[in-house]
């Protein structure tokens, strides 16, 4: 069945290092991929979406691009800030259901 | 973008006793909704597929009979935890999304902390 698979966290970094947490997927058809960022306590909220092959996604300096030749969406940053402390979580499209990956937490340290 | 609202935020109810949590649509109607469960440290695991005016599909492993869930108008679902335990704690967080479906995001709750004591 459709599935993400994210890279396991935590993930500690120091303010302004880059950032990539990596996420593969499983899927039949064409799926639309998605960024999904959870603050302590909060509900989720949608950093970024790609809804076709060698689309980029990007917003608030983070970017991903659909990867269909190695089904992949990696999530990259080139210079993290302590408020973007947060789990990631890796997300594919079908029929409107999301199916998400487990999780990546951030942990970014001045 | 879209809001959806979840209420309430967080609630505690004792072991035996039922629970109702709100999901709407503020400014679009949402013909699917979406639960899902989210355990402390883990992803989201979706619950059940609720579509106006129908019965809701549960995924597998779900029971029906104790997560109910109504979805009676275009811009409200409902989800009832009955004769709750402890081991039903949880965040649950409700998604929308509008007819009809062009494969772009769902909107969120805030989500719900339910404790079981």
């Known amino acids: 069945g459709d599935s993400v698979t994210q890279m396991e966290g935590p993930v500690t970094l120091s303010e302004e290092a880059f950032l990539t947490i990596n996420c593969t997927y499983t899927a039949t058809g064409y799926p639309s991929l998605f960024w999904y960022v959870q603050y302590p306590g909060e509900g989720l909220q949608l950093l970024l979406k790609a809804t076709k092959a060698d689309d980029k996604g990007s917003n608030k300096g983070f970017e991903a691009t659909y990867r269909k030749e190695t089904t992949s969406f990696h999530l990259e940053k080139g210079s993290v800030q302590v408020s973007d402390s947060a789990v990631y979580f890796c997300a594919l499209s079908v029929g409107g259901k999301l199916i998400f990956g487990q999780g990546t937490e951030l942990s970014v340290k001045p | 973008g879209a809001v959806v609202s979840q209420h309430p935020s967080w609630v505690i109810c004792k072991s035996g006793t039922s629970v109702k949590i709100e999901c709407r649509s503020l400014?679009?109607?949402?013909?699917?909704m979406f639960w899902y469960r989210q355990f402390p440290k883990q992803s989201l695991m979706l619950m059940a597929t609720s579509n106006e005016g129908s019965k809701a599909t549960y995924e597998q492993g779900v029971e029906k009979d104790k997560f109910l869930i109504n979805h009676a108008s275009l811009t409200l679902s409902t989800l009832t935890v009955t004769s709750a335990h402890p081991e039903d704690s949880s965040f649950y967080i409700c998604?929308?999304?509008?007819?009809?479906?062009?494969?772009?995001?769902?909107?969120f709750g805030q989500g719900t902390r339910l404790t079981v004591v």
């Open positions: 998604s929308a999304i509008s007819f009809p479906w062009t494969n772009t995001e769902a909107f």
């Open positions: 400014d679009f109607q949402a013909t699917t």
